[in-house]
């Protein structure tokens, strides 16, 4: 494969990951960020499963070399490429990786939740989700910044 | 290469049903295309465990297809009744009671 | 006999994307959201349940079978209830068909007209019949 | 199945087409003003992304992606819609010049980082050539689980899984904090969602069939983890959609008559309590924290008969299978509760007039 193909997934990736970064730079509105936030994080993790991918592997769950399956699997499998890497029999793909997104995207939910909670309570307190407004406000009556509901 | 050339054909499908969403017009139609998507994406789900020879993975399909529902569910009622608490009652009932109920 | 399963079933799994495909041109093409609804929801559980009757013959008889099975019931009871679920409200909430107001049908039904009315006001801003028809026949 | 197009090949392309999927789902959402239709079309964002996990071999991560991207954070955002408004303002052109350039800028430098990446795919590269294979070669023997991913997720790496159990505790007692539990909820009878002509009767039959289902399955994923594509996070995840329909489709109040905010409050609770109790169980019989190995004491371990889950030849982790399993559990509890909780907190607050308080 050239050189662009090998690394085509990590440009795109990066592409997705400026998108959610130019969404969150350039709107003005507390949900467009955490909207924009998501999405970068959405593509952090697709990075970090590009990097664990291996050519020809599979999941990293364990199947039984001798089965049906896994000797479909094996068939599919250049066996100078095995060697050459120093792999026995089915390849895996590198399950650690697998296991820090895993656990990032349940507690990317969770903190979204707390950051559109605190968006909310800013509305609420404000009555605007626009960041420049609540500034405004902010310089206006520096006072009752601090005076929530 | 039977299944290869459906997978292509549901990711031309699902490709369309981004671009409905995109277009709209109508919330309504948003809506409908992610729906659709989701269906989509089940069957691509099952058709790759299958092209990539692991077809043990069809829980995430299943799991997909229930999501799904709730999802639309969801983005119903907030379009329809701008409220996620409210009950969907039945139709006002027409002689018979609260029968039909729970 | 064993080796011609596989081939039948890929042959059932195109036809399933055929008619898969068919519904989504008829969601990109189709003037208004009850016959894209229409297009979508028939060709959904259609072309699914094609879909995976060709992945069980693939399959043989397994456990994955059974699992296959399980998702097409879960979508042939999900994607029309959806499917319904939208379509009624659309309807309610007073979204024209392209070929004209259903007011023609609500007459006998005058007093849902006005209640309705009012509710559904601030969120009918995107559904403009008038000009969407010209634009959407040109396509 | 070896024909004209390889294996590789077809990975490649369907891995590049879902890409461009969603490098364009992502332009749209940039583009969008409409909070609803961004928030549509993240929802449809994670689901190809989660079928680029399933090509890219992480099921289970595909599985996480889909429950909670299309799930759970879809309803979270509409829910803090509700209470906001559903336009953003308008940016001038010049507004975005400013962010443009700071994306390309930043992005440049890393495509320019990433070419001195190794190639896509690389088993030599230093990513998946020591620790990972060393999972791969180990984790099955130790554990006894075919999946690798829980192995390592509950049991080598248990300790930064605790860490982001507490994590999510501690997010659904911030939004818990910031929007109550929901007890501003309105009583069915004021919410005037049955409006006349609306047929729900389909819906409410549907939800009823698919509500157990759901849960159900919830478990299934718990308990099948060890084998297959699953575990605590997901199935916690599904558990609380599930509750979620039912307040979708029932309302809210019934819901909540259903499953309390103080018992949601307290299972969420309870979940880091039994996973950190079970290292703590740990540490007494001799071990360190949450090394499985010492779960159970000699004595019990020798009482557990040798049959009890299938093959008796095969040597058994009984610490570290039922460490995995309880410390799931704890998982799931600690999961399914504070989505349930930061469903209550945004749905259960009634919007408008709040803010007058």
């Known amino acids: 494969m050239s050189f662009l193909l090998d690394h085509l997934n990590y440009v795109a990736v990066v592409v997705l990951m400026m998108g959610g970064l130019f969404i969150v730079f350039s709107s003005g509105n507390l949900i467009k960020r955490m909207v924009g936030l998501a999405i970068f994080q959405t593509s952090t993790g697709l990075f970090y499963i590009s990097l664990a991918k291996v050519s020809g592997g599979t999941a990293p769950i364990m199947i039984n070399a001798a089965s049906k399956e896994g000797q479909a699997l094996a068939a599919e499998l250049d066996l100078a490429y095995v060697a050459a890497h120093g792999l026995d029999g089915v390849v895996y793909s590198n399950p650690l990786p697998h296991v820090l997104i895993l656990t990032a995207i349940v507690v990317g939910v969770s903190t979204l939740a707390v950051g559109l909670a605190i968006a909310v309570r800013l509305r609420e307190a404000y009555g605007t989700l626009e960041a420049d407004e609540i500034a405004a406000l902010d310089r206006e009556t520096p006072k009752s910044t601090g005076a929530g509901p | 290469m039977l299944l290869l050339a459906a997978a292509a054909g549901l990711m031309i499908a699902m490709a369309m049903m981004i671009v409905r969403a995109i277009l709209g017009p109508s919330h309504y139609d948003r809506i409908l295309a992610a729906n659709s998507f989701g269906a989509k994406t089940v069957l691509l789900i099952a058709v790759i465990g299958f092209v990539f020879g692991r077809p043990a993975f069809l829980d995430i399909a299943i799991s997909y297809a229930l999501i799904n529902f709730v999802t639309t569910i969801a983005l119903m009622k907030f379009f329809r009744y701008r409220s996620l608490e409210a009950p969907l009652t039945p139709p006002e009932p027409r002689g018979i009671g609260e029968a039909g109920g729970d | 006999m064993t080796d011609a399963l596989p081939l039948v079933g890929g042959g059932l799994a195109i036809a399933g994307v055929l008619l898969v495909l068919l519904g989504a041109i008829g969601v990109l093409r189709f003037p208004d959201v009850y016959t894209r609804i229409h297009a979508a929801s028939i060709t959904d559980t259609g072309g699914a349940s094609l879909m995976i009757l060709g992945l069980c ?83 | 199945m070896s024909g004209a197009i390889s294996f590789l090949d077809a990975n490649l392309a369907i891995d590049l087409a879902l890409l461009a999927m969603l490098v364009v789902l992502a332009a749209a959402i940039a583009m969008t003003r409409k909070l609803l239709a961004a928030i549509l079309l993240m929802g449809v964002y994670s689901l190809v992304s989660a079928v680029w996990l399933v090509v890219m071999d992480a099921p289970d991560v595909a599985f996480t992606e889909a429950v909670v991207g299309a799930g759970v954070s879809t309803i979270v955002l509409l829910g803090a819609i509700l209470l906001t408004r559903a336009e953003a303002e308008k940016t001038g052109w010049g507004r975005l010049i400013a962010p443009a350039l700071i994306a390309v800028a930043t ?87 049955g409006a006349t002509g609306d047929h729900n009767v ?156």
């Open chain 3, 57 to 139: 013959l693939i399959a043989g008889l397994s456990p994955i079978t059974l699992k296959l099975v399980i998702a097409w019931a879960f979508i042939m009871v999900t994607c029309p209830a959806a499917a319904h679920a939208l379509a009624n409200a659309a309807f309610s909430s007073g979204h024209s068909p392209w070929i004209g107001s259903f007011r023609i049908m609500r007459e006998s039904d005058e007093q849902a007209a006005v209640q309705t009315g009012p509710q559904t006001g601030p969120q009918t801003g995107p559904k403009k019949p008038g000009p969407k028809k010209p634009g959407l026949q040109k396509q």
């Open chain 4, 107 to 193: 992005g440049a430098l890393l495509v320019y980082a990433a070419l001195d990446l190794p190639s896509f795919g690389d088993p030599t590269s230093p990513a998946n050539a020591y620790v990972g294979r060393t999972y791969l070669e180990v984790a099955s023997r130790d554990t006894g689980a075919a999946n690798v991913v829980t192995a390592v997720l509950a049991s080598y790496r248990g300790f930064d899984t605790l860490g982001e159990t507490t994590v999510i505790f501690a997010a659904g007692v911030g939004v818990a904090l910031a929007l109550g539990f929901g007890e501003r909820a309105a009583p069915a009878s004021r919410l005037m969602a």
């Open chain 4, 202 to 357: 389909v819906l409410r039959v549907a939800a009823k069939l698919l509500i157990p289902i759901i849960a159900l399955f919830a478990f299934y994923v718990q308990f099948h983890g060890d084998l297959g594509p699953g575990g605590g996070f997901q199935a916690g995840v599904i558990l609380a959609v599930a509750v979620i329909l039912h307040a979708l489709v029932f309302g809210l109040r019934e819901t909540m008559t259903a499953v309390k905010p103080s018992f949601a409050r307290g299972v969420a609770a309870l979940g880091v309590l039994l996973y950190s109790g079970i290292g703590v169980v740990c540490i007494v019989n001799g071990g360190g924290f949450l090394d499985y190995g010492h779960l159970f004491t000699a004595e019990i371990e020798a009482q557990i008969p040798p049959g009890l889950l299938g093959d008796p030849g095969a040597t058994h982790h009984w610490g570290q299978h039922f460490g995995i399993f309880f410390i799931e559990l704890g998982v799931l509890f600690t999961v399914a509760a504070t989505m349930v909780t930061i469903f209550y907190g945004f749905a259960g607050r009634s919007p408008g007039g709040e803010a007058k308080l």
